[in-house]
C-alpha cells in the first residue's frame, strides 16, 4: 500500500494550496480518505476526511477554509487550502481507513511540508 502525497510548499499568508494523495495497492473506493497534519512539538491531528460516498469531516480550525475532494476513477484525495494562515504551518499527511471518521487509520503517506509566512 502506497500513499503518494504532493503540492504542499511555501506560501504567504492568505495564499492558496492544493494537496493531492494518490493511493496504490488499495481498494481506494473501500476507505475512507483524510489528512492530517503535525507541527512541530505539536501531535498530530486530522483536518479534513471523506468517504467514498462523499460525506465529509472537518476540523473546525479549517471550516470554511479547506476543502476535501476525491476521485475513485484516479485513486486520488485532494485537500484545497485557501485561506491559509501561519498557523497552518506544518507537515500534512495523507491518510485511509475504513474508519477513519473514528481517526482509525490503517494506511499513512509520507508528508508533505506546507509553511505559511505572515
Known amino acids: 500500500v502506497q500513499l503518494q502525497a504532493s503540492g504542499g510548499g511555501l506560501v504567504q499568508a492568505g495564499g492558496s494550496l492544493r494537496l493531492s494523495c494518490v493511493a496504490s495497492?488499495?481498494?481506494?473506493?473501500?476507505?475512507?480518505m483524510g489528512w492530517y497534519r503535525q507541527a512541530p512539538g505539536k501531535q498530530r491531528e486530522l483536518v479534513a476526511a471523506v468517504t467514498n460516498a462523499g460525506t465529509t469531516k472537518y476540523a473546525d480550525f479549517v471550516k470554511g477554509r479547506f476543502t476535501i475532494s476525491r476521485d475513485n476513477a484516479k485513486n486520488t484525495v485532494y485537500l484545497q487550502m485557501n485561506n491559509l494562515k501561519p498557523e497552518d504551518t506544518a507537515v500534512y499527511y495523507c491518510?485511509?481507513?475504513?474508519?477513519?471518521?473514528?481517526?482509525?487509520?490503517?494506511?499513512w503517506g509520507q508528508g508533505t511540508q506546507v509553511t505559511v509566512s505572515s
Open positions: 491518510a485511509a481507513g475504513r474508519r477513519l471518521f473514528s481517526e482509525m487509520v490503517d494506511y
Open positions: 495497492g488499495v481498494i481506494f473506493s473501500a476507505n475512507t
